[in-house]
């Protein structure tokens, strides 16, 4: 089978840091991995670099059309532009070629963090109490407690959170919020910050979802550090954040908690239309879980990524991984 791996890349920073391409061309890592473990089953594999305009990215998927019988989906924008990632998608469909992961609801809902959360609570599961704030000078809601986190609502891979991003008074929060408006040029979504453990759920499949080993993210922070996986943490590898966050699979937590937590993770994944693939990242506070993000087609860098983690938990090496993700797919395409 002669697969496509779709994947994009950054040339220039049009909104946010510089240091932001860290997280954004990650991607190109990930490509080659996966290149390489379906080489090694037998597939005939090509790199697919997306074309950085919308125009020529519809002429481009086109194009593929009589080339590639399978496309393993990476892209996670256009150009510099991660809204545009469902656009992607909605030209794979139209050329009839088959894909790994999410269709562009997904990808859409999950893009948006705001409609995401709104989704969440329709179907009873428990979140962090938010308002979105598009000005900085908004009238925080009665509801919402000190401490807060402050995020940009359409951005994803930690990018825009930073140590600063948790707030303990209105005079931080409007400093906070301000950064998010001028540097990301996106609304902030505010949250209740969960003082708790860090929980992520893997699941594969379509239907009937297996629910991977639940691996945990270990704040080891100096005292006054909050314990969050900010961008330092996730991405700048000589940061004291970055060496401090560990991931722990499986995590160590009691049975009950555990089987909810994956019940819940199940449900979110549904609820949000997820395919394939995915990663539920909670807090845990006592008994009490709340779902932070449902992340569609999730990081799969076989160094590093949470999801990867908790495969090899189960026993499953990444080139495994890969195949599942590509078996698993194809089973769904087919079927319909």
């Not at 893009?111 to 969440?120: F, H, N, R, V, Y």
């Not at 239309?273 to 909670?282: A, I, S």
């Not at 189960?314 to 890969?322: F, H, I, K, P, T």
Request: hydrophobic share 35%; aromatic share 8%.
């Amino acid at each position: 089978m002669r697969v496509g791996i779709l994947y994009n890349l950054i040339d220039q920073v049009e909104k946010g840091n510089e240091l932001d391409k860290l997280a954004d061309n990650e991607v190109y890592q990930t490509a080659n991995a996966v290149k390489e473990a379906l080489s090694k089953k037998g597939y005939e594999v090509s790199m697919v670099r997306i074309a950085s305009n919308v125009k020529s990215l519809k002429k481009q998927i086109k194009s593929l059309e009589g080339k590639m019988d399978f496309v393993f989906n990476l892209a996670e924008g256009v150009g510099s532009d991660v809204t545009e990632e469902p656009r992607v998608v909605r030209y794979l469909k139209k050329s009839g070629i088959p894909f790994t992961g999410c269709d562009d609801y997904a990808l859409a809902l999950c893009m948006d963090k705001l409609k995401t959360k709104k989704e969440l609570i329709k179907n009873n599961i428990p979140t962090p109490e938010f308002q979105l704030f598009r000005k900085a000078d908004d009238k925080i809601k009665a509801s919402l407690k000190f401490p807060l986190i402050v995020k940009p609502v359409h951005e994803d891979g930690s990018i825009g959170i930073t140590e600063d991003s948790i707030v303990y008074d209105n005079k931080q929060l409007k400093r906070k919020v301000r950064d998010v408006l001028t540097n990301y040029k996106q609304p902030a979504l505010v949250e209740e910050y969960i003082d708790g453990r860090e929980i992520n759920v893997a699941l594969l499949g379509n239907g009937k979802l297996e629910a991977l080993p639940l691996s945990e993210i270990i704040f080891n922070f100096p005292n006054g550090t909050p314990k969050i996986v900010s961008f330092e943490a996730k991405w700048i590898e000589d940061s004291e954040q970055y060496k401090g966050t560990i991931g722990k699979c499986p995590a160590d937590l009691p049975q009950d908690i555990q089987e909810r937590l994956s019940s819940t993770a199940k449900k979110a994944f549904q609820v949000v239309k997820c395919r394939d693939y995915g990663r539920v990242d909670f807090r845990v506070r006592g008994d009490d879980v709340y779902v932070l993000e449902v992340n569609p087609n999730p990081c799969i860098n076989p160094v590093g990524a949470g999801f990867i983690r908790s495969a090899n938990a189960a026993g499953l090496s990444y080139d495994d991984v890969v195949t599942r993700i590509v078996e698993i797919a194809y089973k769904r395409h087919s079927e319909k």
